[in-house]
């Protein structure tokens, strides 16, 4: 079974940087997709990014393109998001999630499978 755990949230003022991690136990990670979602209070779930398990293919939302970056090391069984330029409406609660469902990954949640507990990413000054 696999199991997911992201670390790395915090406090952070605007235009600062954080970058979260996603390790994975139970299973290699080489074999899903992984896409990372939000959810800021009183708001519906987002997705971010994603990052395919083949091809290394990227998406990202358009709310976060050109600030965020998405990266894996499958030898450290890791997926990492780093998040730069922040905004005070970036502040949620950040989810890694695994599918092995397609090749390439979607950011849509209906999609995977598996879910880490989530980490608090709050902007302020």
């Known amino acids: 079974q696999l199991q997911l755990v992201e670390s790395g949230g915090g406090l952070v003022q605007p235009g600062g940087s954080l970058r979260l991690s996603c390790v994975a136990s139970?299973?290699?990670?080489?074999?899903?997709?992984i896409g990372w979602f939000r959810r800021a209070p009183g708001k519906e779930r987002e997705g971010v990014s994603c990052?395919?398990?083949?091809?290394?293919?990227?998406k990202f939302a358009d709310s976060v393109k050109g600030r965020f970056t998405i990266a894996r090391d499958n030898a450290r069984n890791m997926v990492y998001l780093e998040m730069n330029s922040l905004k005070p409406e970036d502040t949620a609660v950040y989810y890694c999630a695994a599918s092995s469902r397609a090749f390439v990954c979607e950011i849509q949640g209906s999609m995977y499978d598996y879910w880490g507990q989530g980490a608090q990413v709050t902007v302020s000054s």
């Open positions: 139970g299973s290699n990670l080489n074999g899903y997709n």
């Open positions: 990052i395919s398990r083949v091809g290394g293919i990227l």
